[in-house]
């Protein structure tokens, strides 16, 4: 597996892992700020995410929590640990009201600013005593209580000597304020017509209080909109943390039922889900059967039958049936718990290009301010009018913020990461988009991947006197009695045959486990023999030519063979191979469409594996090999320039899944998989393969734009806001496109689609 070359990235998992909420940021030059701060603690590692206002910190020494919110605060900012996941959603909506209040004042009077401005403009003899009072009623409020977020960060930054884009949006509006009171105050300041019209229509002359307004209107707008996008990704997130239900019904001992609230239940109790409600918690199910819908969690559309000793997931729902349930995980233990961790490791990650904006965003905020002073003193000695020269400084000032570089790779990954979930795809980091750039070879284990690791009756040949309807019957009867994997696949394939019949298999009496060979038994009076070749041979029994020809045949093919004899002869033989997955060969093939080459990675011998893998177009086949040795093989592969992939199903694979330079965990979700592998596939559907390769790459490429347009717009306007080819107001107005943009392009992983 790939590791990181962040170091808080790299040493993340060892020591307490705690999240904070940070209050106040309204920049990545904040968050770089509070994660400055808390890195400087010893044995402390944090990750501070601007998009989702959290702090990842790991701590491996004793400091304590307190210490981590008091170094925040000390920051100027606030801060709060988080508990488990059902109380880590905070209202993220009261941000966006707030913004909204303030939007809606700022449009409803600039409006009548900005149409003043024009009147005056086009008719100075419109403008009455005291006209400048008027403008001043209604540009104030809005560069002073609409504006007043970004003035209040400019003041806690300043307090702790620090700058953030909030420091030049505070400056240009202040300055523009304070420039035109003292130019509508001052006649001799600026000609008698004058206005912020005037301004956009020409390229020299005075900035008035219109121009602050709409700076203010245009970055609110932005702030706005980017700060609803935010919301609108993490809904996946927020919706997947609230399908675990509130109640649990439990049995008690006695039969008695209760409802408790679901935080109280305890592993080893049994609990009740009827029709529409919601698994109360992982479990195994005790009594009772149950269509189960898996779809909020796996992206599966259709429904699951469970019925005694198998398991079910906290947060599906019992379609209809019901079930009676052991807990065997509960609270932050559960695959629920575990899948919405993932999510928000996810969401806060950061790719090394990321990181290295906002570093450059720390230093930037104080460039631009000398940039600007430097600006407006050059064009006064140029000889320009300071009203020209103050017009370009605050040009300069506004153009510059890049908040747009902030957002890049934290709304994409809450797009891609809250879309993933709703599919059954869990990624663990951008470091696993970073991984499937490379990966041009997929390992595919067999048993539990490429097939559903149960065995099942492929092929019967039977001797004409024997129909195949008694030979299921008979060797029904008596697998029945065994508990072999064999055994099952048999007993399957006997009730298949008869699936009208309430009893379709009858006793066994006189029942013998012949262990390595097979099984006996008395079946309705005859001696029915089930088993390996030998255990006829020992018993001086023959196989006819045309069954010892297919026995032989299908045995070179890879698949087990199991002979039925009866009175004494050997009357057919079945074939038994492990079951593909419906979904194999789709999913080998697109992968093949993503220029993959696939090889099949399994324990079994050679010829069972080449079948299976010509059945679903698998290229290269390695059998044969030991857990260990799948290890090795994959470090072969790398050794030989590919870059691979190992798709395993979590539990016997995870040694290889960690080796690989991408690891992904299919249809498992348990600890183990969480662990080792970068993508969780809980959908139970080899198809989830390719789907999750096209996110990431799609989410790479995404990022990669978004960066590319941040650095791009904030290389190309400065220029342009420096040579005077801009004024305040489009600066205001581009400056909330690009941020637009960014978390609009990002919001259209959302509607990523399975092939």
Known sequence: ????????????????????????????????????????????????????????????????????TDTVAKAGYQAEVLRPAEQRQQDSGQRVRDLWRRLVVAVVLFIPLADLAILFTVLPEARFPGWQWLVVVLALPVA?????????????????????????????????????????????????????????????????LEVAAGVTTFVLAGRYFEARAQRRAGDALRALAELSARTATVEDPDGTRREIPVEQLAVGQHFVTRPGETVATDGRVVRGRAAVDRSSMTGESVPVE???????????????????SEATKVGADTQLAGMVRLVEQAQNGKA??????????????????????????????LGASPERAFTVALSVLVIACPCALGLATPTALMAASGRGARLGIFLKGYQTLESTRQVDTVVLDKTGTVTTGGMSV????????????????????????????????????????????????????????????????????????????????????????????????????????????????VVAVLALSDTLKPSAEAAVRRLSELGMRTVLLTGDNEPTARAVASEVGIEEVVAGVLPGEKVAEIERLRASGRSVAMVGDGVNDAPALATADLGLAVGAGTDVAISAADLILVRDDLTAVPDAIRLARRTLGTIKGNLVWAFGYNLAAIPLAVLGLLNPLIAGGAMALSSGFVVSNSLRLRRFSPS
């Open 352 to 381: 090394a290009v990321q990181r290295l904006a906002d570093r450059i965003s720390a230093y930037f905020v104080p460039a631009v301010l000398v940039l600007a002073a430097l600006t407006l003193l050059t064009w006064l000695l």
């Open 458 to 569: 492929a092929e019967l040949s039977h001797v004409p006197e024997f129909p195949r309807s008694r030979v299921l019957r008979l060797a029904g009867a008596v697998e029945l009695a065994s508990e072999h994997a064999v055994a099952a696949a048999v007993v399957a394939a006997a009730r298949a045959e008869f699936p009208d019949e309430q009893t379709p298999l009858p006793e066994v009496e006189d029942f013998t486990n012949e262990p390595g060979l097979g099984a006996t038994g008395r079946v309705e009076g005859h001696e029915v023999l089930v088993g390996r070749a030998k255990l006829f041979t020992d018993r001086g029994m023959s196989v006819p030519d045309e069954l010892d020809r297919r026995r032989a045949e299908w045995e070179r093919q890879g698949r087990t063979t199991v002979l039925v004899g009866c009175d004494g002869a």
């Open 306 to 324: 469970v019925a005694e000793g198998e398991e079910v997931t906290g947060g599906t729902v019992v379609s209809h049936g019901w079930l009676l």
């Open 1 to 68: 597996m790939t590791m990181s070359a962040d170091p808080v990235e790299a040493e993340r998992g060892t020591g307490r892992q705690l999240e904070l909420s940070v209050g106040g940021m309204t920049c990545a030059a904040c968050a770089t700020r509070v994660e400055r701060k808390l890195n400087k603690l010893e044995g402390v590692r944090a990750s501070v995410n601007y998009a989702t206002a959290r702090a990842s910190v790991t701590v491996s020494g004793d400091t304590d929590e307190e210490v981590l």
């Open 144 to 208: 002073g209580w609409a504006a007043w977020p970004f003035h209040r960060a400019a003041l806690v930054n300043a307090r702790h000597g620090s700058s953030s884009m909030d420091t030049l949006v505070s400056v240009g509006i202040l300055a523009a304020c304070v420039w035109s009171l003292y130019a509508m105050f001052t006649p001799s300041a600026a000609p008698d017509d004058a206005s912020g019209l005037w301004l956009l229509l020409n390229t020299d002359g005075a900035a008035y």
